[in-house]
């Protein structure tokens, strides 16, 4: 006997396309139709739709942003449920450009009020990294481990490069800073991380 299959789409929600965009990463105020979208009209159905599959919706509307956290797995309601969301465990390397960046972001919000993020060349990162870097046995040894560390935050979504992907001097880069790096560093992972680095230098 044959199967009886229901191939009759399921028409989406009006909401689809921000539950889509926020499953691929960070909405942006800068985004005006989906940041405008979000909090204006979905963002109480888009709690509730998440939240069925343990995802929490994290609107900031003084930074302008807004992203999807997995319940913590302590949370009894929560803690049958698997990762959707992998955890970040960051490397000495990249806790160093994390802290420096998290700091630069700070300085920047203070010192500028025309726009949100900084911008940054790979020469000023550099710059910026070479006192807290370990000793490289080169110095062609510390430029390939500064670029991979911050193509490592840039696949994070720390980092969003500018500009074409080839020049003629890499130094010149440019990078924005994004300011979701604030929610994922806050005061005391920001210490941790501080803790962390220190011992290891210390040691």
Known sequence: MEELLDTDPI?????????IKLLQ??????????????????EQPLRRYFGQIGLQLIVDR?????????????QEDFAHLPRLMRKR???????????????RLDEHTVRDTASREPIMSLREIREMVELFFRERNTQHRFLKDLKKTVEDLRSMGFLEAIGPETLENEDERRYHVRRIL???????SLQDLL?????????
């Open 195 to 203: 803790n962390t680095i220190a011992s290891s230098i210390e040691a």
């Open 89 to 103: 465990t960051l490397n000495f390397d990249q806790s160093i450009l994390c802290v420096l960046l998290r700091e």
């Open 11 to 19: 028409a989406p929600d009006h909401f689809a396309p921000i539950a």
């Open 182 to 188: 604030k929610a994922f560093i806050d005061a005391d």
């Open 62 to 74: 003084n930074e302008g942003f807004a992203f999807l956290k997995q319940y913590k797995e302590d």
């Open 25 to 42: 990463g960070v909405i942006y105020e800068e985004e005006a139709r989906h940041w405008q979208d979000l909090t204006k009209l979905y």
